[in-house]
């Protein structure tokens, strides 16, 4: 199996890949055409990317059967086009949680005690110990956790840690959740920005979040917030979190921007970095050595599974639910050509199998099997099922 590494990656992934029997080719300058182009010449059944986008261009190019992304979030893999080419996608949910939460803590205390700017001041030769010695601090205060998966989580413990109470929000957060974690259910996004003085964004892009923090969040938010997003930009309206930070001064720590480099340096221009209150990272939320290590051994284990199996742990991309609308259940002898007969006969019948399993009881005597289907079977398919061929036993049609 084939493995193209387009972006930087742990030699302990590279020397893993190997172990398991991979050719590896690592090329972390890729992007773009190159991508597309590299994706052809090599030959690649998998790709493994961190920050590169992979568009259609490049998953046309080849003949990729997977796509790993590297780490949680895979809002620049374009996997509507990957599932219309039946190119399975996954992705390492989990690995940077810790790396994440600690980059969000830094932010909240950097700008408490506006760190950077005291930085700043002393390069630049001056001592303002009156102005810098202002801080509020963190004991006693209200942290309000948008977003409670695996990141939000391990902000609790670091939140207990420093003295502030913790509110939480979360789609699928219920009171009894939130009193297992030991913090305080708020059922409203806005009822948690009304509390807090500090918060804490940890939701995953989606068309559901696409902007949800929006002019109507900053409305209610109290003047002087400490805001933190370490998870997506395009969470956040970013026309309404500027015109915040310029009118109610909420302070600002953001990891990820909405005009981000496709590459690990380049020129980088956004106009809310440069506004008074706002400190920024370079989307370093999990680069810390822990966390792509961690990376690196479950891309390792993804791969290995599919080579060995066929099957993808973390794939993103499978139907929730697809177009079937019945299921055909077929006991019948455990013989060459049983299903085949059978699924003859669903084709003449132009339907389309949408899922299917065969079952083997004990003894590898007889099996079942179940094929969802995107329509119904005549009453004459199904005695043509039945009696076509003499290893069915019995077949039967349901309505799902």
Known sequence: MKVLIADKFEQSGIDGLKAIGCEVISNPDLKDDALAAAIRDTGADVLVVRSTKVNEAALDAGKLRLVVRAGAGFNTIDVKAASARGIYVSNCPGKNSVAVAELAFALILALDRRIADNVAELRAGKWNKKEFGKATGLKGRTLGLIGLGQIGSEMIARAKAFGLNVVGWSRNLTPEKAEELGIQYRQTILEIVHEAGIISLHVALTPDTRGFINADIFEVMKPGTIFINTARAEVVDQAALAQAVKTKHIRAGLDVFANEPTTATGEFSDEIIGLPGVYGTHHIGASTDQAQEAIAAETVRIIREFKDTGSVPNVVNLADRTPATHKLVVR????????????????????????MENIVFAGAEAAIARIELDGTLEPETMDRIRSGNGDVIEANLLVL
């Open 332 to 355: 019948h002898k455990d013989r060459p050509g049983v299903l085949a007969h059978v699924l003859n006969e669903i084709k003449a019948a132009n339907i389309n199998v949408q899922q």
